[in-house]
Nanobody, 123 residues
Framework: QVHLVESGGGVVQAGGSLRLSCAVS????????MGWFRQAPGKEREFVAG????????YYADSVKGRFTISRDNAKNTVSLQMNSLKSEDTAVYYC????????????????WGQGTQVTVSS
């Protein structure tokens, strides 16, 4: 069974930065693309960023492009999301997820999910 645990959420002022991490146990981490999603109150869960299994290719939602950076360390079974220039609209619960195979921006293509970590950006 694959288990994902996110950390690094918190409260930050607008314009600030946070770094989220996700530790993955079980399975073969390096075989699968990984993604970060978020869900704000009253809204649908949305794709934020994705990374290919080797980390060679990254993908971003337009709303975070240029501000967020996804990375992975296959030796440590971790994936991270560096978030800079945070805005109030980035406030949400952030989830990391392991894809069923290749990268996708659709949450239905992700088999395993973490419990989420709250990010609150105060203006």
């Amino acid at each position: 069974q694959v288990h994902l645990v996110e950390s690094g959420g918190g409260v930050v002022q607008a314009g600030g930065s946070l770094r989220l991490s996700c530790a993955v146990s079980g399975g073969t981490f390096s075989n699968y693309a990984m993604g970060w999603f978020r869900q704000a109150p009253g809204k649908e869960r949305e794709f934020v960023a994705g990374i290919s299994w080797r980390g060679a290719t990254t993908y971003y939602a337009d709303s975070v492009k240029g501000r967020f950076t996804i990375s992975r360390d296959n030796a440590k079974n971790t994936v991270s999301l560096q978030m800079n220039s945070l805005k109030s609209e980035d406030t949400a619960v952030y989830y990391c997820a392991q894809a069923r195979g290749y990268y996708s921006s659709s949450d239905s293509e992700y088999a395993y999910w973490g419990q989420g970590t709250q990010v609150t950006v105060s203006s």
